[in-house]
């Protein structure tokens, strides 16, 4: 269980928890968990994202940190569920403008499968395993349904930019370089009447 008590309380769990658990591999792809949440980052200022988003780019798989399953879950057969750990765990500190791409980053996979053509064959070996985990391939109506729900567009732009950050070696701005930018994103007073566990 996770307990903070201010702004800079959950900002300090963020880094620490990056600094503990960051230098693990990140799912069979050559980059680890810290590197992957900086490409992603990196990728989102560099298309214009709003700081929100690119907030959402950098913590979006964190679940997979608070829900310590060890280094590649999906290797075992496990979906983490990372996707709804992570948004439930930030929601005392974010709105829904960072929460809610994180929390639909999964289905926005499985949306662009459905909707655009050669998006599946070009998923990495770990996103195809884990997509069948994940539910698979979504059928028309699913995709239609998911198009319209609210941030579905940040999601999809947020699962391209998580696709493509599994670079060996790439150069990005560090951790710090993000910190000022989730301190601007955060709720000036943190809503702790939101649940927190199983963080």
């Known amino acids: 269980m996770v307990t903070f008590r201010s702004t800079e309380d959950g900002l300090r769990w963020i880094?620490?928890?990056?600094?503990?658990l960051g230098h693990r591999a990140y799912s069979g792809e050559?980059?680890?968990q810290l590197e992957h949440a900086l490409q992603s980052a990196a990728f989102a200022e560099a298309d214009g994202a709003a700081e929100p988003l690119v907030a959402a780019a950098l913590l979006h798989d964190i679940g997979?940190?608070?829900n310590d399953l060890g280094e590649s879950p999906s290797e075992r057969g496990i979906d983490d569920l990372h996707q709804f750990h992570?948004?439930?765990?930030l929601r005392p500190l974010f709105g829904r403008d960072?929460?809610?791409p994180i929390r639909l980053h999964v289905q926005a996979k499985r949306y662009l499968c459905a909707v655009r053509p050669g998006y599946l064959d070009a998923l990495?070996?770990?996103?195809?395993r884990s997509l069948l985990l994940q539910g698979g391939v979504y059928g028309a109506a699913e995709a239609e349904a998911f198009g319209?729900?609210?941030?579905a567009a940040d999601a999809v732009r947020l699962r391209?930019?998580?696709?493509?950050?599994k670079v060996a070696g790439l150069a990005t701005p560090d951790l710090a370089h993000y910190l000022p930018l989730l301190a601007r994103c955060a709720r000036a007073t943190p809503d702790f009447t939101q649940e927190i566990a199983p963080c």
């Open 15 to 20: 880094e620490t928890l990056f600094d503990r």
């Open 30 to 32: 050559p980059v680890t």
């Open 64 to 66: 997979h940190l608070v």
């Open 86 to 89: 992570g948004a439930k765990c």
């Open 98 to 100: 960072v929460t809610e």
């Open 124 to 128: 990495s070996a770990d996103s195809q």
């Open 148 to 151: 319209q729900t609210a941030y």
């Open 160 to 165: 391209l930019w998580d696709d493509t950050a």
